[in-house]
């Protein structure tokens, strides 16, 4: 058993269930030294995540495991390993119930912990499935209890302990559990036909398959979620999943699929022409023509009666590219949608949750017509539906309007003014006399670290790498040597010549995603790389609120085109060997937004929780992201 | 979208002498047998903007339009016409009526403005910006094949450079400088303060101002209480906001001050730092720079404004009916080459007759020609590129070329009319020849008579 251990330790799947001593994860304790020592090599403080336990796992699992007496089929499998690491697992509870080596504290605890005990000896007796409708609420934890009693199915609660456990069974117990997986699948296919009849005897095996199947739904879910695949809904959902899926992204919509873009198109707002030559890897993502849906949405002006003055002024900017980087997008969407709360009056006979509800995401859609939206800009609609769901009955419309208003200010004040602040804070403590900065593009948060690092009397060099087209650093550029910076400009492709003076990078990111990928201006991945190559530390600076769960290995499932015609057209010369691009059959541009830069090549991420090594962003998304806590 | 639209249909313009009338305002001019200003009521509601008002200079004009707006809109439109006394001019007008502005943008239209462009593109670009004024100019419209452009009246309205002379950012987004051709005598000034914000300027002789413009409610109101002898948004408005831009006297942050002294010093420091990060994010347009100063730090904030255009597209149709020679090329046009705002079916000949009009044998319509209900044409007439209006008996061997022919007009037989106005109510008695003449109503040309350029009214 011992030997399998640190094989327990980097399975990606035992990570995400989250079996482990609820105490102070090894991670944050780490994070102490790995900021005051950013330098350190980015692998060698790559500690493996995995022994953050997921909270509300750890927390259910102590509150309710006490109670729960699940004794049937017990000696049928009562595998001593099992009962060891539940022993180890649940210190404080296991000793209350020992009597019966349970397996039932699994992932599904939630609800086998308030079974009575007297239901459960009573529905053993009986032995049949005929309780299943007497007890609708509990019926999925009946059903496991029922199927466990047939005999054949015996399987069935192996198989839902099986993921905590995997690791520590040997190798036959294993290979028994995949033949019961395997059974079961059966079962659940040859019990697919008569789903609907719940009370009928045949269907408890059906139903039986549906919290097998789920659990592990459950737990590759959240890492999938990125790659669109998202399990559908099921009936016998419990609160907690429910709420862990309304978290979850809906099903990403696939631009190569041309039922589906046809149907968007109806419903959209603008007239969106395709753009032509679209290249091929890329089609799965939404690309139109800037030109004409710029055009289009302008001469509608006054038909789009439904869309708040204010959101359509923001979506107009976001169109033009007026408003370009996602703290500054997420903050005009915000300040937009508050004066449609303001504005807003619900009509009678309607609630003003559902009808508030319903005209944010009017308004969101529209703004996604304009731009796609950026995994800031989500995070705070999210935040923000969370709130209007939360608005009761009780409260009368204008103090439920204001206290949406205010909200949103903190969100605002809190989440970004203030968490620059904090950061700005932090990171200039890494900015010491002599060094050579560099940074990319240009990042609102970079700029207010050498600002802020300038008035310090800090005596720094920046270099600012730029890259067509939209050649933001110029704008940083030029405030920058407003300021009497001493600076030095150069593009991309010179970048790894200029890395041998550099001794710092800082770069600002769109989003951090939960296995320390940095989701950035496309260049970003590049800047890492070649600094990583030649050992030079690389910062990236980002607000917590930008994090997010998802998990992203490339960048191109999930990425956003410009305008092709930016690229294809240099400014200031009249004639482009580019211009007529479109006819060219043979020919297609690609002008990507983001591209990823895996964490192996990021030495700290500089966040207004602290500084952080990339692994442990998870840490921050499960403890401060969820809830979307204000500070 | 808190839009309110303000059509200007003025009143009896002395340019288009003897063609208007007290009974036939400016406005009631017909552009292919249907008043002018509906060209502009149906581009208003094509967009969706149903609350018009609707301001028109002296009272009796006033019940004219007012009637002619109630029977043809009644259901359509809510329109409410507002008159006002005579010579006030624009920006008199709209002093006048400023009560009755309530939106956070006004929309300006001139109502002698024949176009298909939409309104809604303005008031975008207006929005976008953030201006305080947004005008809508258009590429000079072509003018027909030279022989039929020389055909009107042109010696009499030929101004070399009557067009305006605009400067431009490159970016071809904001208004620099404006000057009406008239105005323009050897050199134009330039402010340095501008043309050193913005580093180069585009100055463009080529653009016609459409008299469309939006502007910012308080800003218009401000500037008319202001300046009382302004008389013109044109003349005197449009040129004093671009004038000031980079200083702008004009209060446009009253709101946000007050803000800022209700709340705390933190919090409003906050307020300071998150304007910060808004501006430095967007490509700031050179109003931007220049407020901040050339080191960012500005000794106190420069008050700016932002004057913006609208240029629209060549392949758009835009004039405005403002001359004589306006009134025949939109005439032609309409029924010609921009058909698709008249709004008329054209039939296999490219021509529009009603099917009440009667033909006689051997009469020929030529294509881009419009026949109103219930007129009557001999036998052996030739039409061509002409529009006749309603009820109009028209005798034998007639040869109408190039000319518009309003309503409930009595031509006899062997008449020769080319490149003419001729207004309702006309008679032409037998064998008349009419050469780019304009007539106006309830003259009678005497028999056998002959003009050339003339124009001729009732005395």
């Known amino acids: 058993m011992d030997p399998r251990r640190p094989s327990r330790v980097i399975d990606p799947k035992v990570r995400k269930v989250g079996f482990f001593t609820p105490g102070p994860p090894p991670d944050r304790t780490r994070s102490g030294p790995a900021t005051t020592t950013p330098t350190q090599s980015p692998i060698s403080n790559s500690l493996s995540p995995v022994m953050i336990p997921p909270a509300r796992h750890a927390s259910d699992n102590l509150s309710r495991a006490v109670g729960v007496p699940v004794p049937v089929a017990s000696q049928l499998h009562a595998h001593p390993p099992v009962d060891s690491l539940q022993v180890e697992s649940y210190t404080p509870s296991d000793s209350v119930f020992t009597a019966s080596p349970t397996r039932s504290p699994s992932s599904r605890i939630g609800l086998d912990g308030e079974f009575s005990e007297d239901s459960i000896n009573w529905m053993k007796r009986s032995n049949s499935g005929r309780f299943a409708p007497a007890l609708p609420d509990m019926k999925q934890s009946i059903e496991t209890l029922i199927d466990e009693s047939k005999g054949d199915v015996v399987e069935e609660p192996l198989q839902k302990n099986s993921k905590p456990l995997k690791a520590k069974t040997t190798k036959a117990e294993r290979r028994a559990l995949q033949e019961a997986q395997r059974a079961a699948k059966a079962t659940a296919k040859v019990a697919e036909g008569n789903k609907s009849g719940a009370t009928s005897g045949m269907s408890a095996p059906a139903q039986t398959s549906k919290p097998v199947k789920q659990p592990n739904q459950k737990k590759t879910g959240p890492p999938l979620a990125s790659s669109t695949i998202v399990p559908e809904k099921k009936g016998g959902d419990k609160p907690p999943e429910k709420d862990r899926k309304k978290d979850m992204p809906p099903p990403r919509m696939q631009f190569d699929d041309k039922s589906r873009v046809e149907k968007a198109k109806k419903r959209s707002v603008t007239k969106q022409t395709e753009a032509r030559n679209r290249v091929e890897l890329f089609k799965h993502l939404p690309q139109y023509e800037r030109g004409n849906q710029l055009f289009d949405l302008e001469s509608k002006f006054f038909q789009l009666d439904h869309v708040h003055p204010a959101v359509y002024k923001v979506g107009l900017q976001f169109l033009a590219g007026d408003i370009m980087w996602s703290n500054t997008r997420c903050i005009a969407m915000l300040q937009a949608l508050q004066k449609v709360i303001e504005d807003y009056s619900s009509p009678p006979e309607k609630t003003l949750a559902r009808d508030l509800t319903a005209k944010i995401n009017s308004s969101v859609s529209f703004l996604i017509e304009c731009r796609p939206l950026s995994i800031s800009m989500g995070n705070a609609i999210r935040f923000l539906k969370a709130r209007i769901a939360k608005i009761t009955l009780a409260q009368t419309e204008s103090e439920a309007k204001t206290s949406l208003c205010s909200d949103i200010d903190r969100y605002i004040n809190e989440k970004i003014v203030l968490a620059d602040k904090v950061i700005v804070r932090h990171a200039v403590t890494k900015i010491r006399d002599g060094d050579v900065l560099l940074t990319y593009g240009s990042s609102s948060l970079v700029e207010m670290i050498l600002l802020h690092a300038h008035e310090l009397r800090r005596q720094f060099r920046v270099v600012v790498v730029d890259s067509r087209p939209n050649l933001e650093g110029q704008q940083l550029l030029r405030r920058l040597i407003e300021k009497g910076f001493s600076c030095t400009y150069t593009h991309i492709n010179a970048i790894s010549y200029i890395m041998h003076e550099v001794t710092r990078i800082f770069l600002g990111a769109a989003s951090v995603l939960s296995n320390g990928t940095i989701y950035s201006t496309v260049g970003t991945a590049c800047i890492a790389m070649v600094a990583h190559a030649h050992h030079v530390p690389v910062l990236v600076c980002c607000e917590s609120y930008k994090f997010h769960e998802r998990v992203q290995l490339d960048s191109i499932c999930s990425n956003e085109l410009g305008d092709p015609d930016a690229i294809a057209k240099v400014p200031g010369r009249t004639n482009n060997c580019l211009d007529d691009w479109a006819g060219k059959e043979n020919l297609q541009l690609l002008n990507l937004a983001y591209d990823v830069t895996p964490s192996d090549y990021v030495s700290m991420i500089v966040t207004e929780y602290g500084m952080i090594p990339p692994t442990s962003v998870p840490v921050i998304v499960r403890e401060y992201g969820r809830e979307h806590l204000l500070i | ?459």
Request: hydrophobic share 40%; with cysteine; charged share 20%.
């Open chain 2, 1 to 459: 979208m808190d839009f309110q639209v303000v059509v200007l249909a003025g009143g009896s313009s002395k340019k288009l002498l003897p063609l208007v009338s007290k009974d036939v305002p400016k406005s009631l001019l017909p552009v292919a047998n249907r008043p002018v200003l509906s060209y502009v009521l149906e581009l208003l509601e094509q967009s969706n903007l149903k609350d018009l008002i609707v301001v028109v200079e002296g009272e009796d004009t006033d019940g004219l339009i007012e009637n002619w707006i109630s029977e043809a809109y009644v259901d359509r439109l809510h329109v409410q016409v507002a008159a006002v006394p005579e010579e006030v001019g624009t920006a008199g007008a709209l002093r006048a009526i400023t009560h009755h502005l309530t939106a956070s943008d006004i929309l300006v239209v001139s109502g002698d403005l024949v176009c298909d462009i939409s309104p809604g593109a303005v008031a975008a670009a207006h929005r976008r910006h953030d201006a305080v004024v947004t005008a809508m100019f258009c590429s000079v419209p072509v003018t027909g094949p030279p022989e039929s452009g020389s055909s009107g009246g042109k010696d009499k309205t030929k101004k070399p450079g009557c067009y305006n002379i605009v400067g431009l950012d490159l970016t071809e987004q904001f208004l620099l400088y404006i000057a009406a051709g008239m105005e323009v005598e050897k050199d134009i000034k330039v402010q340095k303060s501008i043309l050193s914000a913005v580093g180069k300027m585009e100055i463009r002789a080529d653009l016609m101002d459409a008299h469309l413009y939006a502007f910012k409610r308080s800003v218009l109101q401000e500037v008319l209480n202001q300046k009382q002898t302004f008389r013109s948004l044109k003349q005197d408005v449009l040129p004093y906001l671009v004038k000031t831009q980079l200083r702008s006297e004009i209060l446009l942050n009253g709101a946000q001050a007050e803000e800022n002294g209700n709340e705390k010093d933190a919090f409003s420091n906050n307020k300071v730092m998150l304007s910060q990060l808004l501006a430095n994010a967007s490509t700031p347009s050179f109003h931007e720079l220049y407020a901040l100063g050339p080191n960012g730090f500005a000794p106190a904030e420069r008050k700016i404004h932002k004057c913006c255009v609208y240029l629209a597209s060549k392949s758009k149709y835009c004039a405005r009916l403002n001359s004589i020679q306006a009134f025949s090329d939109i005439n032609r046009d309409v029924i010609g080459d921009a058909s698709h705002i008249s709004g008329c079916s054209f039939s296999v000949h490219n021509n529009v007759i009603h099917p009440s009009a009667v033909l006689g044998s051997k009469t020929t319509v030529g294509p881009q020609c419009m026949l109103g209900e219930g007129s009557q044409m001999g036998d052996k007439c030739s039409v061509k590129r002409s529009v006749i209006g309603r009820h109009c008996r028209i005798g034998s061997n007639v040869k109408v070329v190039n000319s518009v022919i309003m309503n409930h007009v009595t031509i006899g037989d062997g008449c020769s009319i080319q490149g003419s106005v001729i207004s309702s109510n006309v008679q032409l008695q037998e064998r008349a020849v009419l050469k780019d003449c304009q007539i106006g109503a309830g003259f009678v040309v005497t028999a056998g008579s002959e003009y050339k350029g003339e124009s001729l009214a009732r005395k």
